[in-house]
């Protein structure tokens, strides 16, 4: 079993829809959570980290479910801007105390006109 | 420009031949990432270093890898009789270590392509 997973996608949606996506991980000792974005052919970037309390920026929403070890990441009124691949981040304690940080896959969002 | 950057953006050798990266980070950022992506997978965590220190490498870094941050500021990335299975998107990260934070900002990466 992958330590941090994810649906691959696609998600094919029309503008204006809300979209979501969850992302699950196996290590309980994890501390830390993010959501990044990464376009086609470029860099991942930083798009929110996920707090305990949930946390919201802009349209974006990000929620962690300890118990259930998942986080997720919700999109209200989407863009065509957001079409792009988003990432699950998940830190856990790693070696020497530095942190072991897992990628997911990535799940591909395309949103329609 | 004050982001990450990384060097050659493109990278074409002949399978047997040794390449070097090159990554400056942030010049604030202690900590230091290097990770390899293939097409439709997330980046995979290769190495990392905290200043000069490297404190962390994966088992998918077979003995032809080789890191080093000698200042602690850049760091170089070699790989040694490259093989086609090494055909992949290198990219760097850095991120500081004030407030425990783990928020990376990565590089544009290098595209290493193995004929």
């Known amino acids: 079993r992958k330590e941090v997973e994810q649906d691959p996608g696609p998600f094919n949606v029309p503008e204006g829809a809300t979209v979501a996506f969850n992302c699950t991980y196996s290590?309980?000792?994890?501390?830390?959570f993010f959501w990044y974005r990464q376009d086609c052919r470029k860099e991942p970037k930083l798009l929110m980290s996920?707090?305990?309390s949930g946390n919201e920026d802009g349209r974006f929403t990000a929620q962690l479910n300890r118990a259930s070890q998942y986080i997720s990441l919700l999109i209200r009124d989407s863009k065509l801007s957001d079409s792009a691949t988003y990432l699950c981040v998940v830190a856990s304690p790693g070696y020497s105390s530095a942190s072991k940080i897992i990628f997911g896959s990535g799940t591909r969002l395309s949103i329609r006109p | 420009d004050t982001g990450v950057s990384q060097n050659p953006r493109h990278k074409i050798t002949k399978r047997g031949q040794n390449v070097t990266f090159r990554c400056d980070p942030i010049s604030e950022h202690n900590r230091l990432y290097w990770y390899r992506q293939t097409l439709g997978q997330g980046p995979e965590f290769l190495t990392y270093f905290q200043n000069e220190a490297q404190l962390e490498k994966s088992r998918l870094l077979s003995d032809r890898f080789s890191a080093e941050r000698p200042k602690g500021s850049f760091s170089t990335l070699e790989i040694q009789r490259t093989e086609q299975g090494d055909s992949a998107m290198y990219l760097c990260a850095s991120s500081w270590d004030r407030m425990a934070s783990y928020e990376q900002y990565f590089g544009p990466g290098t595209r290493l392509t193995v004929t």
């Open positions: 290590n309980s000792a994890s501390q830390s």
């Open positions: 996920v707090y305990s």
